[in-house]
């Protein structure tokens, strides 16, 4: 009996193996639009991990490591080992902690009876201050970042990490180097998360992407959701709907420090990327912004040529991989500024103020141009013959038929598309839409086998609510004057001038670039296989590990799509 069950299993095993040979390929596209409709049967809340759920606790003593997690470097022979030490404070009278009083040592090796590399790194705090009646401030731990060098590519290190003066150090974790960047070699499995936040549905994300293994975790943005919180740790599905009273922006910075110790158990193990959303914009006193976030990661800025922790690139194998920062400046140039016509100096309000404020910041940025011609810098330094994949990330879709955030990133998009166009990025990946959504090969809002394939996966399981509307719905169309996001440069999402939706702002049915839309949480998988090849599964909370969402072949074509000449078409044009 048991037998005649596993050989059933077996043939319907088989059986489905058999069908997924069937996989698409970009090959076979453009595709007719697909909409799978909301699962009616998942509706509900996500809930928030509460501070007493054993998994955000803070379990170590003294000044024992603690959200311990791994970050790349720009190329394979370095890694980033980031850890906490100390206990944050919160409330009237906060006294930060002296970075200086806990140093920062990891030992590895690629034996753990034998972590003979001592190597020794930097350490530092953060506050969120608010200078408001009532409003509680915040001191970090004591954050630490080590940077290991001289590593060997696909290869597993052991390590510890702590003070050894102090008798602090961690237990022993492990990781392994990226291969080394060549068109034969490539991570196996690259998961791909947006919209994290620390709900219920959050660690369904999370477990059921690490049965899936994999090598490198890339979050496009939206981590904590630490900003739906008073200072006093209320907190709400809304921010803007609940809170419309208090003076600033508020967060609770303790949800940071229970999202690093969630996650510990992933990413001491395997690298993490992030790059930043708009909930990591966390305005408080100074001027300040996304200090949460540029403190607590590492990033290889400093590797890249990148001046900034919210653009920066890396290689895993033959792949590049670029991080470009939605929310400040990203113009190719002065004259092409959209912003000035949003500032209103009238407004007196101190929220709209600090608004105002951290526009300057932007402004001041994008006058620079600095993020658009690092990215220039960035594109062309990028030798195809040794990283044939180029995959660009950010937070903000630029191409998403969703309701929620409908062409909200369309500044950004007019300012940069040519140039990611020009040099031939193959797969955008974007989060910010709680749902999720694969493009067809896309550029400038016309189907193109050339242009890069664009894929949201803002649906990693936050609180806020799931976008299941769609702009082209009878009624659903937003207000164009509704769409631009405040902290986002100006307005340039003006009515279509060509295609089916001509003279109109939405589609009056799913638009022709989108080939598969479906609300619900999940996460992705890339399995790069070879030099024009890749396999793209999405993931859906609700199945079992091996069940697909939505799955792709991705295929380059890199005689058909050179990318030099059309480089070199622009030079010339500008001549
Ligand atoms: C979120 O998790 C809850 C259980 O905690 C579940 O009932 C709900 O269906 C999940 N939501 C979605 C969209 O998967
Ligand atoms: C928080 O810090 C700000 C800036 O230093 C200060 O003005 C404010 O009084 C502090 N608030 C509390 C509750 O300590
Ligand atoms: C936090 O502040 C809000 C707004 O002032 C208040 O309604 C709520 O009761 C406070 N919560 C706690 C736990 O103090
Ligand atoms: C904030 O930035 C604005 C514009 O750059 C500047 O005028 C103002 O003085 C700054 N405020 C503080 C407190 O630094
Ligand atoms: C600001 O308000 C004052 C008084 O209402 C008005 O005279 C002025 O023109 C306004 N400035 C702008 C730039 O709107
Ligand atoms: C994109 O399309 C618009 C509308 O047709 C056109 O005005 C614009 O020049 C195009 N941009 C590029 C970079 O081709
Ligand atoms: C843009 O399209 C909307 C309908 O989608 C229409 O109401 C509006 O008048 C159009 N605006 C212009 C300037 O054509
Ligand atoms: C690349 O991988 C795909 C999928 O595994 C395979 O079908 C194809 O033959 C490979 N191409 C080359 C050039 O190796
Ligand atoms: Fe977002």
Redo the contacts with the bound molecule.
């Keep these: 009996m048991e037998n005649f069950r596993a050989v059933y299993f077996l043939m319907l095993f088989l059986l489905v193996a058999a069908v997924r040979c069937d996989i698409p390929t970009t090959l076979d596209g453009p595709f007719e639009p697909v909409t799978v409709p909301f699962d009616l049967s998942l509706r509900g809340i996500a809930v928030d991990l509460p501070d007493t759920d054993p998994r955000v606790r803070r379990l170590v003593q003294g000044f024992e490591p603690e959200q311990i997690s791994v970050s790349l470097s720009a190329t394979y022979d370095s890694v980033w080992i980031s850890w906490i030490t100390g206990e944050f404070q919160i409330?009237?009278?906060?006294k930060p902690l002296d970075p200086k009083a806990v140093s920062s040592v990891v030992y590895h090796g690629t034996s753990e009876y034998a972590l003979v590399h001592e190597t020794r790194g930097q350490s530092l705090i953060y506050n969120q201050?608010?200078?408001f009646e009532g409003?509680?401030?915040y001191t970090s731990g004591i954050i630490h970042h080590v940077q290991l060098t001289g590593l060997e590519p696909s290869t597993l290190y052991y390590y510890r990490c702590g003070d050894p003066t102090l008798q602090a150090m961690s237990d022993i974790y492990y990781f392994k180097t990226m291969p080394a960047s060549s068109p034969q070699s490539y991570p196996d499995r690259i998961a791909v998360v947006g919209d994290l936040g620390l709900t219920y549905n959050t660690t369904t994300t999370i477990s059921h992407l690490l049965n899936n293994k994999p090598d490198l975790v890339l979050l496009v943005g939206d981590v904590t959701y630490a900003n739906l919180y008073l200072t006093n740790g209320t907190g709400s599905d809304c921010y803007s709907c609940s809170f419309p009273e208090t003076p600033i922006h508020e967060t609770y910075q303790p949800r940071w420090d229970y999202w690093g110790r969630f996650m510990q158990n992933l990413v001491s193990k395997v690298p993490m990327m992030v790059v930043e959303g708009n909930h990591e914009i966390e305005e408080q006193?100074f001027n300040r912004t996304f200090v949460a976030y540029s403190s607590r990661f590492a990033f290889p800025s400093k590797e890249s040529g990148s001046s900034s922790t919210f653009y920066y690139s890396f290689n895993a194998g033959g792949v590049h991989f670029i991080m470009l920062g939605a929310y400040i400046g990203y113009d190719k140039s002065v004259c092409g500024s959209n912003l000035n016509q949003k500032i209103d100096v009238n407004k007196t309000n101190v929220k709209e103020r600090l608004k105002l404020e951290v526009l300057e910041v932007w402004l001041s940025v994008m006058v620079m141009a600095e993020q658009y011609k690092w990215l220039q810098r960035d594109l062309d330094s990028v030798d195809r013959s040794i990283t044939p994949w180029l995959v660009a990330t950010w937070h903000p879709p630029w191409y998403s038929s969703y309701k929620a955030h409908y062409r909200e990133a369309e500044c950004m998009r007019v300012e940069m598309e040519e140039l990611l166009y020009l040099y031939g990025v193959d797969i955008v990946f974007n989060g910010h839409v709680h749902a999720y959504e694969r493009s067809n090969r896309v550029y400038n809002y016309s189907l193109d086998p050339c242009g890069p394939l664009h894929i949201a996966v803002g649906d990693g399981g936050n609180r806020e609510k799931m976008s299941v509307e769609f702009a082209d719905e009878p009624g659903h169309c937003p207000d164009p004057s509704s769409t631009p996001d405040p902290y986002m440069g100006g307005f340039c999402a003006t009515n279509f001038t060509f295609g089916p939706a001509k003279g109109k702002f939405c589609w009056d049915r799913q638009p022709e670039f989108s080939a598969f839309r479906e609300s619900s949480f999940g996460h992705g998988i890339l399995e790069v296989k070879n030099e024009t090849w890749a396999l793209w599964t999405w993931y859906r909370n609700q199945d079992s590990d091996n069940e697909v969402g939505d799955q792709i072949y991705i295929v380059r074509q890199p005689d058909k799509c050179l990318v030099s000449p059309r480089v070199k078409g622009i030079l010339f044009a500008a001549i």
């Excluded at 409330?91 to 906060?94: K, T």
């Design positions: 409330g009237y009278n906060i201050l608010y200078p409003l509680l401030n006193a």
